[in-house]
């Protein structure tokens, strides 16, 4: 069964600190997709970056990065030069590219991020 | 243009009521979900519909009962709440049905509280 697990729930920093949120999967399947979403105070859920299982190529996106390493089943997320607008609960999700799944996301816990000014 | 909405945004009911969420979207995705986030923020899964068919039931209790009267919408029926169904419940859709790299586009929620 997919699982997904974010160990930190919550991280608090100061404005200018980078700070890098864990991701943890677990799969069966060698084809699969992961995901990260924010959720401001606000309440929606914003979709930020898929990553499938065949591109470990890391990416950086303006302040945000991500770091895939199938080899440790991570995929890791930071964000540089935090801002206060930055604090919100940050999901990792994980879709299987097999049936019996559903076509379904699979959700972390999320990590909280408070950033202080 | 709102691309899913959900509403209403509170919904505030007594136990026992029955109560319904609507949800709309117009992206023109085939694959539309319900997610429940309880107050740990976990979020999970409950239903999928593919074309106003029934893919996924995450063990939900059944007096959950989703209706897709088409492609487009995809509503949630709750029969004799409990107090354990307060939980922000989310709309979300996706396109395809086998497109597992796409992302869910997600409602902004409708937060539910049974007092």
């Known amino acids: 069964a997919q699982k997904v697990t974010q160990a930190q729930t919550e991280i608090s920093v100061v404005e200018k600190e980078d700070v890098t949120l864990d991701c943890v999967y677990e799969t069966r399947d060698t084809t699969y997709y992961l995901f990260w979403y924010k959720q401001p105070p606000s309440g929606e859920l914003v979709f930020l970056i898929r990553r499938n299982s065949f591109d470990e190529q890391n990416e950086i996106s303006g302040r945000y990065s991500w770091n895939f390493q199938k080899s440790t089943s991570s995929f890791n997320f930071t964000i540089t030069a935090s801002q206060v607008v930055d604090s919100a609960v940050y999901f990792c999700?994980?879709?299987?590219?097999?049936?019996?799944?559903?076509?379904?996301?699979?959700f972390g816990g999320g990590t909280r991020v408070l950033v202080k000014p | 243009d709102t691309a899913v909405s959900q509403t209403p945004k509170y919904l505030v009911t007594q136990m026992g009521n029955d109560k319904s969420i609507k949800c709309e979207q117009n992206l023109g995705h085939d694959t539309m979900y319900w997610y429940k986030q309880d107050s740990k923020k976990f979020l999970k899964i409950m239903f999928s519909y593919n074309n106003k068919e029934l893919i996924i039931n995450e063990t939900v209790p059944n007096r959950f009962s989703p209706k897709s009267p088409d492609k487009a919408h995809l509503n949630l029926h709750i029969n004799s709440l409990e107090l354990g169904d307060s939980a922000v419940y989310f709309c979300a859709s996706r396109h395809g049905q086998i497109e597992y790299d796409s992302p869910l586009h997600f409602g902004n929620g409708t937060r539910l509280t049974v007092t």
């Open positions: 999700a994980l879709s299987e590219e097999h049936r019996a799944a559903g076509n379904k996301l699979t």
